[in-house]
């Protein structure tokens, strides 16, 4: 709070202390995720599984989870100009959000929940166990 008065911005920050993430990703209409180094991000596949459109960089495992113009927009890492272009065409268009959104929130529903997880690792498991050439 003192850095945001020394930096005069103090009238357009708000500190709110501790928040419960779901009351987080009620407040907003896409969740965008600026990173140069990640892996695959629960906060991206908990943006999904409330809904919100995403913008993240292509780094890590993020692509696995955003289909770019599907659920989101996938940038390069360190492009402010297409990072700046994916924010403005989401908030400058309500169905563009909707429509990213319930597609996130369907492959979210389809390929990350725990369930899908076990059963994905299951079915990995069993194909190693055949080994090679073999059918079980």
Same mark, same amino acid.
């Given at each position: ?33 600026? @990173? ?13 599984? &409330? ?5 993240? !960089? ?8 955003? !289909?770019?113009?599907? !659920? ?16 403005? @065409? ?6 563009? &959000? ?14 990350? !929940?725990? @369930? ?17 050439? &073999?059918?079980?």
């Amino acid at each position: 709070e003192a850095l945001a008065i020394d930096l005069g911005i103090a009238d357009r920050v708000e500190f709110h202390g501790w928040l419960d993430s779901d009351d987080c990703y009620a407040e907003i209409d896409a969740y965008v995720l600026a @990173s140069y180094n990640e892996a695959l991000s629960m906060s991206v596949l908990e943006a999904m599984q &409330r809904g919100l459109p995403v913008v993240a !960089t292509d780094v890590g495992g993020l692509r696995e989870a955003i !289909t770019h113009d599907v !659920t989101g927009f996938v940038v390069p890492p360190g492009d402010v100009g297409a990072l700046a272009g994916a924010m403005s @065409s989401l908030a400058l268009d309500h169905g563009l &959000r909707r429509s990213f959104g319930e597609a996130g929130l369907a492959r979210a529903r389809r390929d990350f !929940t725990a @369930s899908a997880m076990v059963d994905a690792y299951v079915a990995l498991y069993r194909q190693v166990a055949r080994g090679p050439g &073999r059918s079980r």
